[in-house]
């Protein structure tokens, strides 16, 4: 199925870097799903629950009929409830791949006591996949026994009983990530009389500058524009918040990145999103980048219609 043959003399200049194959595998419930995600965001090839039978079929695939992002790691997840699953098959399968120097296979188990799996699923209402008709500690011990072989074979081993969701995701990064990534960072505008983004992580309120709206000169332009900048930047309060916003972010993301967050998505709102939050989101995306982040803007109401029922009565400033 595999095949090893080379060419004569070949690699004696350049000898291609061996594809990186990680099999991912475990008991019901330790953490597999979150870990083949946290490997897919790092940039790994992830798949589940895939016959471990059919890897040569998979891996002998010709380079031309497969993605363009054929060249990144590629890590398989199965566990007891794949079709086929066979642990001494298995480990059979890994020593033949070990044997070929155009492969560097390793394999990742997930163990956990099976109290806290006990646990998990009572929490979670499910039933385990090999006691369908038992006690979740039955399944849970048969399995056990019957992994014994994969946890032996595995040269990365993670227990997850007493590790929270995002610790595993921190371990999983520590161990496996092909490069530092940078958290990704999305600062969006928007408006808040048309709703809030639902995925905003954090949110800045534009609303106390003045309002280029009730400008007439103003009102059809936006905050790409410079006229609508330059009215902003007039407000007493502007360069004083966005001077705390950016200094707050500056502070707060190293942290993100180093909690293992893969993104973090910043949102700015003023009424009718077209006007004051474009602006700002834009000198905010400006001045991270200055401060070496790597932020992406994207304005969500920038070409909605300006209604003066959205952006509300004018403030009178008191006499």
């Not at 040569?56 to 060249?71: E, K, V, W």
């Not at 993104?263 to 009718?272: F, L």
Request: with cysteine.
């Amino acid at each position: 199925m595999i095949d090893s043959s080379t060419d004569e003399g070949a690699g004696s200049t350049s000898d291609p870097v061996p594809q990186r194959i990680m099999l991912v595998t475990g008991l019901s419930g330790a953490g597999k799903t979150t870990a083949l995600k946290t490997l897919e965001d790092l940039g790994w090839e992830a798949i589940d629950n895939f016959p471990i039978r059919l890897l040569p079929l998979l891996i002998d695939t010709p380079q031309s009929a497969r993605r363009p992002d054929q060249g990144r790691p590629l890590a398989i997840g199965f566990d007891a409830r794949t079709r086929g699953f066979d642990p001494a098959s298995i480990v059979r399968q890994v020593r033949e791949l070990e044997e070929h120097p155009e492969y560097a296979v390793s394999t990742l188990f997930l163990d956990c006591a099976g109290r806290e799996l006990q646990r998990r699923y009572a929490e979670t209402r499910r039933r385990h996949p090999l006691a369908q008709d038992r006690s979740a500690e039955a399944g849970i011990a048969e399995e056990r026994e019957w992994l014994q072989p994969l946890r032996r074979w595995s040269e990365n081993v993670i227990d997850t009983t007493d590790m929270p969701l995002s610790e595993l995701q921190q371990e999983v990064r520590r161990r496996f990530s092909l490069e530092k990534s940078p958290t990704s960072v999305i600062v969006t505008s928007f408006g808040f009389a048309r709703g809030m983004p639902p995925s905003a992580d954090l949110v800045f309120d534009m609303r106390f500058l003045r309002n280029p709206h009730w400008d007439r000169d103003l009102r059809p332009l936006t905050g790409l524009d410079a006229p609508v900048g330059a009215f902003v930047m007039e407000d007493p309060a502007y360069q004083g918040a966005v001077d705390r916003i950016v200094d707050l972010l500056s502070y707060l993301l190293p942290h993100y990145q180093a909690g293992a967050k893969a993104y973090v998505h910043i949102a700015i709102g003023c009424t009718g999103g077209r006007h004051r939050s474009v602006f700002v989101a834009e000198q905010i995306t400006k001045r991270l980048q200055e401060a070496g982040f790597c932020p992406t803007v994207q304005h969500r109401n920038l070409t909605s219609r300006p209604v003066d029922a959205i952006e509300g009565s004018p403030v009178q400033p008191p006499e």
